[in-house]
């Protein structure tokens, strides 16, 4: 299961805000992120539990904690989401780059999710057409 250090981690690989020589995202320099990060989490999980199959979601108390969602949502989705909340007053141009991302895969995500079934027409349907007034011009000139 995914945990709030690895969405944190993947969010701040988006932003590219990472230590560019040792690769670490979790660094000094990052530390204002991660203390914003675990709220703005605990919103976005409560936003996209209807789109898991998977148990409800608890509020996290850590970075350590698993994540109560499907990995792929927690690691495809949720890091743009929350690097778009945190970058929304640093770098709004940004923001809204991985806002839209986010939507758009959160949006992906639930039409996966969706089964399709097949829809009877209980009183027959129109027919094709074949007895309706439009048929072609031809018809419509001999009544």
């Known amino acids: 299961m995914t945990d709030g250090q690895r ?3 993947q969010a701040i690989a988006l932003m590219d805000s990472g230590n560019e020589v040792t690769g670490e995202m979790d660094v000094g320099s990052t530390r204002a992120y991660k203390h914003r990060a675990l709220s703005i989490l605990n919103l976005l999980g409560q936003e996209c539990q209807g789109y898991s199959l998977e148990g409800t979601w608890e509020p996290l108390t850590g970075f350590e904690t698993a994540l109560p969602l499907e990995d792929g949502l927690c690691q495809g989705v949720l890091p743009y989401g929350l690097a778009a909340h945190l970058l929304l007053e640093e770098d709004p141009a940004a923001a809204n780059f991985f806002q839209q991302r986010y939507e758009e895969l959160l949006e992906r995500w639930r039409r996966r999710q969706v089964q399709l079934e097949e ?4 009183h027959g349907g129109v027919e094709l057409g074949e007895d309706g007034r439009w048929r072609n ?3 419509r000139s001999e009544q």
């Open 137 to 139: 011009g031809a018809d």
């Open 119 to 122: 829809l009877e027409v209980p």
């Open 7 to 9: 969405v944190f981690e």
